[in-house]
């Protein structure tokens, strides 16, 4: 027979069910233990019980918390090793033996680990978590635990505080047999981006930072940045890969800004990985705060984005304020095919030279890892923004997509860690949990490169 204890909370009784009491003790023994944003905590203390905490919960009405501890107990573990399972991509059946040494399978992984400040000073957005899984001490653990298991060749790290990379990150990492470089924001920003690579796999031949806030120019007011890294195989030293790893801005109202950001990154890419003719592989990590359906995912993976006709901030079809035919300023000396001037000078093709056209484009042509047609078709998620959404990105540049032979490309997408779907994160619950450290989840996939161009 189940009993029920009533507790008076502000606007309705909740019913808890007694088996969720210890037997023996006294209600008005009872003692407030801790407050969490609108949640009040109750610990249960009794002569025989101080080895274990029990909890009950008083909700406000308006919200439900989700409970971290009940997914353990209700075997969630399994359920999130399940969904998180790798897939091989349809065209990988295509692939012939090749002979050692002419090629290179390396992982990468991409990973948004969320500045414990940023959480810290806006606790309002994980008003649905448990208390522990937002403290520092238990989220870092469950980060380091997560790099273990994955033991990823390269790893790009996104919102990485400067105290925590040089405390925690890079001291994990050195050792395990990582490399490991850093780019701050600007203006003293807590976080930045940090890159590791493994030493048995990988040389740095280049690092390269980009500042996105350029002094004067309103629409580039923002201390985002970007940390590019040349990596050479130590199999094959003579080749290269070019690795980029960026946070764009958040804010949702702005998609002009991560427009700027994005021609500005994407001239530094150009003006990195260019070789005789021809760019070096390049695979592109990050949060990038865009969604798959956004104009400027469109412009990553086709190349090119008409903006002229843009409404001015959000860049969608309908405003009375448009964006017209200049979009960055000129004396900035980036051309409208994403590229420095100098760049081109350099390259005696000063006729691509193009500014104030209405248009951007670029020569990259980015594939996207979680948004392709080498694998099933689902709705996946990264992170909530309002909803469970994807704005983190592994994209990579696959010279010789249109060849049938995948060994013939540079670059060829073996495998992908599948992410969770928007029903799969629903029942997982919010971000940071007991399963994930983060308010992202982590993207990783597997490549080959081939060394035959």
Known sequence: MIQFYSCRIVSHIKLVPALQIPRGINSKKMKRSMEYNNYNYYQYTSSGHEAANYHFREYHTST???????????????????????????????????????????????????????????????????????????????????????????????????????????????????????????????????????????????????????????????DNIALISILAPLKNPSKEICIVNTHLLYNPKREDVRLAQLQLLLAEIDHVAFRDATYLPVVFCGDLNLSPSSSLYSFLSQGRLKYEHLEQKKLTNNGSKIVGKTFLPKDLHISDSCQHLKALEKRNCIEKAVFSSGTLTHALAFKSVYNSDKFPKAHMASTYQNDWTLVDYILYSENGEELDEPEKRELTLLKRLRLPTDEDCKKLGPLPNSQNGSDHYHLEAKFRWHFNK
């Open 64 to 222: 439900a918390r989700f409970d971290s501890r009940h997914v353990r107990s209700q075997g969630f573990d399994r359920t999130l090793t399940e969904i998180r399972k790798w897939e091989s991509a349809t065209d990988c059946q295509k692939l012939k033996e090749r002979q050692e040494g002419q090629f290179l399978d390396f992982t990468i992984m991409s990973y948004n680990v969320l500045a414990q400040q940023y959480l810290e000073t806006m606790p309002y957005l994980y008003s649905k978590c448990y208390r522990e899984d937002l403290e520092w001490p238990i989220r870092q653990q469950r980060l380091l635990d997560q790099f273990k298991e994955s033991e990823a060749d390269i790893v790009c790290l996104q919102e990485v505080e400067a105290e925590h990379y040089y405390e925690t990150y890079l001291p994990f990492f050195k050792s395990q047999g990582y490399y490991g470089t850093f780019k701050q924001k600007t203006r003293k920003k807590v976080d930045g981006c940090a890159t590791f690579f493994k030493r048995c796999k990988f040389s740095l031949k280049g690092e390269h930072s980009l500042e996105m806030r350029k002094n004067g120019k309103h629409i580039l007011n923002r």
